[in-house]
């Protein structure tokens, strides 16, 4: 027998799994065809039909996950951008339910810092493979983060990025939205990790991060990891092109030294600025203001992640889990 097929029977012998997809519509191309993707592939594995809950401009999904959870799904999957998992996330919180990513925005940052893939084939495979990973998570007031919060430049970025633009060009938009910004005079922030002493700067931006990597696969923070029970706060402190060009640069080259940023880890973190400022959380939005407080909340979400190949631990392996979730789909199109 082949040994994928091998794996994969191994992997989906027993009962399935209870499930729910909750989807932004808006963010995928042909609902109905996502739709019976899903439940014929699903259906292969031998789980039984999902429930499908639909979010909205007034929920974006937290409410639809609540539900789920209420109806006793083991897996809800999250099929939208980031906004949709950042909802998802805020209900699953502290749940045995596992959280399975499908990738449809042009951000994806979650999925980007842990190896998954944006295709639709590896998100249902790794889900019935039943890999699990169990994460902190950020919280900022009543809503969690699982991969940075920010102040400062980096919202400001987000807001002067059109969707119209993100639909068109990927990724690559926020470029646009960053170039406006570059030359804004700084915030005076201070900034309280744990019981310390809160220390002064002027910042352009402060990140709080779960995991350490930008839109387009940047690496900002090299030493983050979503299950060490920290947050790792980036201060940005560039004043002029030339301080923006080095510190990207530094980026880009993946550098152990970054000009113009210090780094902390905290278990808490509060940031007051001066004057009111954008705020996000995973690449959205949320309502401006002049303090961000952040703290982690330990191990409390469970992530479905790829199976490895030979490794009795979980790996990032998104690539093989594309090709075995591409013959799951293939095998229930045959039947």
Not at 73 to 79: G, L, Q, T, W
Not at 125 to 134: F, H, K, M, N, P
Not at 231 to 251: E, K, N, Q, S, Y
Not at 253 to 272: G, H, K, N, S, Y
Request: hydrophobic share 40%; aromatic share 4%.
């Amino acid at each position: 027998m082949d040994p994928l097929e091998d794996k994969r029977r191994v992997a989906h012998d027993g009962d399935g799994l209870r499930s729910a997809v909750v989807v932004n519509p808006t963010k995928v191309a042909d609902l109905d065809e996502l739709r019976q993707t899903v439940q014929d592939a699903l259906a292969a594995a031998g789980w039984p039909e999902p429930l499908w809950f639909e979010t909205t401009v007034e929920d974006p999904g937290r409410g639809q996950t609540e539900k789920a959870i209420e109806a006793g799904v083991e897996v809800v999957f999250a099929c939208g951008g980031d906004g949709t998992v950042m909802s998802c996330v805020s209900a699953l919180v502290g749940t045995d339910v596992a959280l399975a990513v499908l990738p449809q925005g042009t951000g994806n940052l979650l999925a980007a810092n842990l190896g998954l893939s944006g295709e639709l084939a590896a998100g249902l495979e790794i889900a019935v493979e039943r890999g699990r990973r169990l994460l902190d998570v950020g919280a900022v007031e009543d809503h969690y983060f699982t991969v940075m919060a920010g102040m400062g430049f980096d919202a400001q970025m987000l807001a002067d990025t059109s969707e119209t633009t993100k639909k068109r060009f990927g990724w690559p938009a926020y470029v646009v939205g960053a170039v406006r910004h570059l030359r804004d005079r700084p915030m005076k922030v201070s900034i309280r990790v744990d019981d310390q002493q809160p220390i002064r700067r002027r910042a352009r931006s402060v990140l709080v991060a779960n995991v350490g990597r930008l839109q387009g696969g940047l690496r900002l923070l090299t030493d983050a990891e979503p299950d060490d029970g920290y947050l790792d706060v980036a201060v940005l402190t560039p004043r002029t092109l030339r301080h923006w060009l080095a510190l990207g640069w530094a980026v880009a080259l993946r550098q152990d030294r970054v000009p113009r940023m210090e780094v902390f880890r905290a278990r808490r973190v509060e940031i007051t600025s001066n004057r009111v400022q954008p705020r996000e959380l995973d690449g959205d939005l949320i309502e401006p203001g002049t303090t961000l407080r952040a703290e982690i909340r330990r191990r409390a979400l469970w992530l479905c992640v790829p199976q490895p190949e030979q490794d009795p631990d979980l790996a990032e392996d998104a690539q093989a889990a594309a090709e075995r979730g591409e013959r799951l789909i293939e095998e229930a199109r045959r039947e």
